[in-house]
């Protein structure tokens, strides 16, 4: 073939690839308001930036449906989101349902290794059916499926992964989910091992796709989400907000960005939000977006576990991870699903070189039949062993209530870098009217004793006689906190060279 031909080829081949599963299709998509795989890698990455790795990939195992399966249904390459180099595969709902095949098995492998080789973040968006039948089908079929970088994903946490859930997210899309440091689902997608219509006819039960793996299951109970959106625009939003928190590798910090305008400029106000009454409900994320830069709070999993808070901040322009006990829930007591919930992010920041902030206020963990039923001892200390862990600069404070083990695991008795109190707080092993109890065996049916009781079970339990003993490094005024924490982390966050 002359060079006229071989282009003509070329071009015919790359129309073909871009097409995708076609014009009705697409069209079909956008008349209900979807985007298709293209569009939403224009709108997520910056303009004019994606290379594609694989445009000429069609299936491996019938080349004969090559016609049928251009780019195998899953679209990979390069882009940049923020400026800065990211690895991405987009699933093509509309060539096979996107489903797992031997060669975009392979595409997915090697965006992973890429990234992780070459210190960049992966970001993938998920929307597919599960695995390619009859292409799995079979030891051979199998055999080639699971020989794949694809299938054999380990968590080093070199580099950040990111995954978003659109539509109908069965089989890998899910996987890719799990493993994410930042999963975010579109309200609408159905995030699930397998389809209700798999689950009907293996098991004779009849589910909807919401039960199976709706937004709601995933956000409040499994806790396998860190965010839900309602529109795909807000998706890629929090995606790039995310990112915008991390380094590009595990072997640098995260990037500084300007100090807004007016943050901290509310500390002033931090007595108002804290109740004097040690028994009366508040919300701590008001203190929190008080205390970090203006508008840099981004939470994560906030429907779950709901009476701690994991949020992404920044103080002076510097990423910081934030954990809190929130009264406003549980009186900020802390079940299993909080203690879970604190020990993925504790991870997360851990590997990506983000300090973390401690804001203490809770009467303990949960205790009775629900908490033992769902394991809340091994969670509890699985948090304590993830606090003995880090390995990034750790900072406690207390703002008011600290009781028995949980006063560990938030931070004293070692487990932080630093650890100072508010002037209202207080420390013990339990509420002292408990104390008053169980020490005297004296009720609110005998006042004088009872009061008297509670006095002695308070004896003890200031800042200061934390700070004598210099378990607490430093007793603060509630609204000078933002000045301290931005300081005694640039000292910790010092390195040696």
């Given at each position: 073939m002359n060079h006229n031909d071989l282009l003509a080829e070329y071009e015919a081949r790359r129309a073909k690839a871009l097409a995708g599963g076609g014009a009705e299709k697409?069209?079909?998509?956008?008349?209900?308001?979807?985007?298709?795989?293209?569009?939403?890698?224009?709108?997520?990455?910056?303009?004019?930036?994606?290379?594609?790795?694989?445009?000429?990939?069609?299936?491996?195992?019938?080349?004969?449906?090559?016609?049928?399966?251009?780019?195998?249904?899953?679209?990979?390459?390069?882009?940049?989101?923020?400026?800065?180099?990211?690895?991405?595969?987009?699933?093509?709902?509309t060539v096979k349902g996107s489903s797992t095949s031997y060669t975009n098995s392979k595409k997915v492998g090697h965006m992973k290794r890429t990234a992780t080789e070459r210190g960049m973040p992966l970001v993938l968006l998920g929307e597919s059916t599960g695995a390619r039948l009859p292409d799995a089908m079979g030891g051979r079929g199998m055999g080639m499926l699971l020989g794949n970088d694809n299938t054999q994903f380990r968590r080093t946490r070199e580099t950040p992964m990111v995954a978003a859930a659109f539509g109908p997210a069965f089989g890998s899309s899910t996987w890719m989910m799990c493993l994410s440091d930042f999963a975010v689902m579109h309200k609408g997608a159905t995030v699930a091992v397998s389809s209700p219509g798999l689950v009907s006819m293996a098991l004779g039960e009849k589910v909807s796709a919401e039960d199976l793996g709706g937004w709601r299951l995933h956000s409040d109970i499994t806790g396998l989400v860190d965010q839900v959106v309602d529109t795909e625009e807000e998706v890629f939003g929090a995606i790039k907000k995310f990112l915008s928190y991390m380094p590009n590798h595990h072997k640098e910090a995260p990037p500084d960005v300007p100090i807004p305008s007016g943050s901290g400029a509310e500390m002033d106000k931090v007595f108002g939000m804290l109740p004097e009454s040690r028994t009366q409900v508040y919300d701590m994320k008001r203190i929190i977006r008080c205390m970090v830069d203006k508008d840099s709070m981004f939470e994560l999993k906030p429907r779950f576990g709901k009476s701690a808070v994991t949020a992404l901040a920044r103080l002076g322009g510097k990423s910081v991870g934030i954990v809190a006990n929130n009264p406003l829930h549980r009186g900020g007591a802390l079940d299993a699903d909080a203690c879970r919930k604190i020990v993925d992010f504790?991870?997360?920041?851990?590997?990506?070189?983000?300090?973390?902030?401690?804001?203490?206020d809770t009467p303990g963990f949960q205790i009775g039949t629900e908490a033992e039923k769902a394991g809340a001892p091994g969670r509890i200390m699985n948090f304590m062993n993830a606090m003995t862990l880090l390995t990034?600069?750790?900072?406690?404070?207390?703002?008011?209530?600290?009781?028995?083990?949980?006063?560990?695991?938030?931070?004293?008795?070692?487990?932080?870098?630093?650890?100072?109190?508010?002037?209202?707080?207080?420390?013990?092993?339990?509420?002292?009217?408990?104390?008053?109890?169980?020490?005297?065996?004296?009720?609110?049916?005998?006042?004088?004793?009872?009061?008297?009781?509670?006095?002695?079970?308070?004896?003890g339990s200031t800042p200061y006689d934390m700070a004598a003993i210099y378990t607490a490094q430093n007793v603060i005024d509630p609204r000078d906190t933002r000045a301290y924490l931005k300081r005694t982390l640039d000292v910790h966050c010092l390195r040696l060279t």
């Open positions: 697409y069209a079909k998509r956008t008349a209900k308001g979807i985007l298709n795989a293209r569009e939403r890698i224009a709108k997520l990455v910056d303009a004019d930036s994606f290379i594609e790795s694989g445009l000429f990939g069609t299936s491996g195992v019938y080349p004969e449906q090559a016609d049928e399966t251009p780019t195998d249904g899953k679209i990979a390459g390069y882009a940049k989101i923020g400026g800065r180099d990211v690895a991405i595969v987009v699933n093509d709902f504790l991870v997360m920041c851990d590997s990506f070189n983000i300090p973390l902030v401690l804001l203490v990034v600069p750790h900072l406690s404070v207390i703002v008011r209530k600290s009781y028995g083990l949980a006063v560990s695991n938030m931070g004293a008795g070692g487990n932080c870098d630093e650890l100072c109190c508010w002037v209202t707080a207080e420390v013990s092993f339990m509420k002292p009217e408990f104390g008053a109890k169980v020490v005297f065996g004296v009720t609110e049916n005998e006042p004088e004793k009872y009061k008297e009781a509670i006095a002695k079970m308070t004896k």
